[in-house]
């Protein structure tokens, strides 16, 4: 006899993840795309150039040889560690993000006696965005690969290379990652999962109450509107996290490319620039779209009662300004030390080599992208509230 | 005094457009204790958002004294809303992560009273100020959010099913409250419930059926939260 599946779990199935959950992860994809685009080009180029080591024999050549095996080593693991982190950072805040707000239907789903496991095992799917994201920049860094190395080869310093294709790398770029976050996304989604049915089915479960320690705080008659500015960034402290990291990804990455150009040649500064702002801008929209998501029953609400465009923009949005400029401060002093570090102990036996000095120009212009980049998209999200319908807001 | 004129209301777009109000042509009068009773779907959630400002009409007017509320800019209408109007909602919304004070101060900065807490005193919760709402009963909910609504000195307090998530008992505590303070306060209230027995509190009786007004009519006597059935 044929077992049919029972239809309540086909339905609870499909209450889980679709299409569109995953769409929303294009971000995911974004940045796995240029992770493994940068990570591809480079260690493709340095197990090559590694095959011809002994075909080496003038001296300028050897220091040429050192100098691209290094700065390959240097480019694949710091924008692709960067680029990983991200990718652990956006994929544990959107499963988060998800769980929050589905936790009604996965309070029901674990309510009508679903294991744990059977519903974190549906979140593997969040790793297609990761599976998209490194085919797509795998498959750009294998034809723009044969360009790179005409460019390697034109300096002449080195004998001619051409590309080779290395299974293993396929693998470690690809399948690899898709794995392993496929993996975190199940186990994060698990954890969160260990939760109390009850705790899942109330929605006030997902903020957390941060009472202020001892009654001083409680008592300071301060203006409604700064208290609740105080209060919202208190409550969601993984916003405030999200928030400054997006600022120190724009800082550092902005800078670092910047810098990058009087360290290495055009192309590698140019790809480094290209990545940077990507990454930077996709994770500073990202952060304040959640921002501006998570606030709207405040920001509904306020409506209802009154309280002007500009009241609720400026107690809700704005203030993360303040975490957001931490950030790129933190960003600021954390691309100082690498590139430092880089220059002084790696390139420390090469000739030659420039001195590496704070540069105050990517600096400003830098800061000057930040502010306008988060201005904007900070101005056209208040715009979006205003046009936004009390009721659709409090419906949703 | 509130009137509405001819108000039509659709939802939708192309073959699944519907009509949820059907020229509704009414007056509440100032202090008065009106009462919108229909069943689910009948459209007095959707008409007491449209005379509250929350939804446009499709077509009609509402006037407040003589100030076509329809014309006003949103601007115009956030004043009308600070200055005018205050809200009780079925589920509470009450800001999460503010305690039992300073969710009441958030009605209360609009109208700069400083007076607010003798508010949360007349709903029986000045022992729960530094609460969550997280920490209090639905009851207790409630009755927060009728103090908060209360504390920007509204001339006109809508409620939708205040009622409607709480057990009989709280149910007509809550209500009793809100009649006391429109005793001492002074303000019009304009309910919306499907329950026929809090009807019975009313001055006058709003009954839709189908998004029309099927009947308007007076009580005599005003009965008090513990004289009604449930």
């Known amino acids: 006899m044929k077992f049919e599946k029972p239809l309540m779990r086909l339905d609870g199935e499909k209450m889980l993840i679709g299409i569109k959950d995953i769409a929303k992860l294009f971000a995911i994809s974004i940045v796995t795309c240029c992770a493994a685009f940068v990570c591809a080009l480079f260690l493709n180029y340095n197990i090559d150039i590694v095959g011809i080591k002994d075909k080496i024999t003038n001296p300028q050549g050897i220091i040429m040889y050192n100098a691209q095996v290094a700065s390959g080593k240097v480019v694949a693991g710091v924008s692709g560690g960067c680029l990983v982190v991200t990718t652990v950072v956006l994929l544990i805040f959107y499963v988060k993000n998800y769980i929050d707000s589905h936790g009604k239907e996965l309070g029901i789903l674990k309510a009508l006696g679903y294991s744990e496991i059977n519903i974190a095992r549906r979140f593997w799917v969040f790793g297609i965005s990761v599976l998209i994201g490194t085919v797509i920049g795998y498959a750009a860094a294998a034809v723009y690969m044969p360009t790179f190395y005409d460019i390697q080869n034109d300096m002449e310093l080195l004998p001619e290379m051409q590309p080779e294709f290395h299974s293993f790398l396929t693998f470690s770029l690809i399948a690899f990652p898709t794995v392993f976050f496929m993996l975190l996304s199940v186990l994060y989604a698990f954890f969160k999962m260990k939760h109390p049915v009850l705790g899942l089915l109330r929605e006030s479960q997902n903020i957390k109450i941060r009472k202020s320690k001892g009654k001083k705080n409680d008592e300071k008659d301060m203006p409604f509107l700064t208290d609740l500015k105080k209060n919202t960034i208190r409550s969601r402290k993984i916003l405030v996290f999200f928030v400054g990291f997006s600022a120190f990804c724009f800082s550092s990455m902005t800078q670092m490319s910047m810098s990058m150009k009087e360290l290495s040649s055009e192309s590698f500064s140019f790809m480094m620039i290209s990545i940077g702002l990507i990454l930077a801008f996709m994770t500073l929209l990202m952060s304040l779209s959640s921002v501006v998501k998570s606030n709207t029953k405040t920001i509904a609400m306020m409506k209802v009662f009154g309280y002007s465009q500009k009241e609720c923009s400026s107690s809700v949005l704005y203030g993360y300004r303040p975490v957001s400029y931490v950030g790129f401060a933190v960003g600021t002093v954390y691309q100082y030390m690498l590139l430092k570090i880089v220059v002084d102990v790696i390139f420390a036996d090469f000739e030659n080599m420039p001195e590496f000095h704070f540069n105050f120009k990517a600096l400003g212009i830098s800061l000057i992208a930040f502010l306008a980049a988060y201005e904007i998209i900070i101005y056209c999200y208040s715009r979006k509230i205003s046009r936004q319908s009390v009721k659709s807001i409090m419906l949703e | ?230």
């Open chain 2, 1 to 230: 005094m509130i009137e509405a004129k001819e108000i039509n209301k659709f939802y939708g777009k192309g073959e699944s457009r519907f009509q949820v109000l059907k020229n509704i042509t009414l007056t509440i009068r100032d202090g008065d204790f009106t009462v919108i009773l229909g069943a689910s779907g009948s459209g007095k959630s959707t008409l007491l958002n449209t005379l509250s400002s929350l939804e446009h009409p499709d077509s009609g007017n509402i006037f407040y004294d003589k100030t076509d509320i329809t014309k006003l800019s949103e601007s115009d209408l956030t004043k009308l809303r600070r200055d005018d109007i205050g809200f009780i909602f079925q589920q509470y919304y009450l800001l999460p992560n503010m305690n039992v004070d300073k969710n009441v101060k958030m009605g209360a900065a609009l109208a700069k009273n400083k007076d607010y807490r003798t508010i949360i005193d007349a709903v029986g919760l000045s022992g729960k100020l530094r609460k969550y709402p997280g920490e209090l009963s639905g009851g207790e909910q409630q009755r927060v959010s009728v103090a908060r609504a209360l504390a920007k000195n509204p001339k006109v307090l809508f409620l939708d099913e205040p009622t409607g998530a709480l057990d009989e008992e709280t149910g007509r505590q809550v209500l009793d409250y809100i009649c006391t303070l429109q005793k001492k306060y002074g303000f019009t209230i304009v309910m919306v419930t499907h329950n026929v027995n809090i009807a019975e509190m009313a001055d006058t009786v709003i009954k839709m059926n189908s998004g029309k007004i099927s009947e308007i009519y007076s009580n005599e006597i005003r009965k008090t939260a513990y004289e009604i059935g449930w």
